[in-house]
């Protein structure tokens, strides 16, 4: 399993080149995908029903799916132990990039 880089990032425009290299396997993508949209619907479900303690599965869903594409398909250690908030920044992107059309899920 892949170690976390040791290059230090200041700014985001320079982490995602990164962040993108360490989600290469489509798998690991659409597992990010899935947690992102399961997230979302975390959101939908506590306005819905107007109870907040849905927002108690967002980490959850949300990281659950995520590292556990690190783990079994990228076989690497998720950027978030290192860089939280880009990583968390990076997520979201990508998933906007996804929805674009500007990355694939399948290749």
């Avoid at 990010?32 to 975390?42: D, L, P």
């Avoid at 819905?48 to 990228?74: D, I, K, R, S």
């Avoid at 992107?93 to 694939?104: E, K, Q």
Wanted: glycine fraction near 8%; hydrophobic fraction near 45%.
């Amino acid at each position: 399993m892949n170690d976390v880089t040791t290059q230090r990032f200041e700014r985001f425009g320079d982490f995602y080149p990164y962040y993108l290299e360490e989600h290469a396997d489509p798998r690991c993508r659409v597992m990010h995908f899935v947690g992102s949209t399961g997230v979302i619907g975390v959101v939908i479900a506590a306005i819905v029903t107007a109870n907040a303690w849905w927002l108690l599965a967002m980490p959850l869903v949300g990281y659950g799916f995520a590292w556990l594409g690190h783990y079994v398909f990228e076989k690497n250690k998720p950027a978030t132990f290192q860089y939280p908030l880009y990583s968390l920044a990076g997520d979201w992107v990508m998933y906007a990039d996804i929805l674009r059309g500007r990355i694939s899920l399948f290749r």
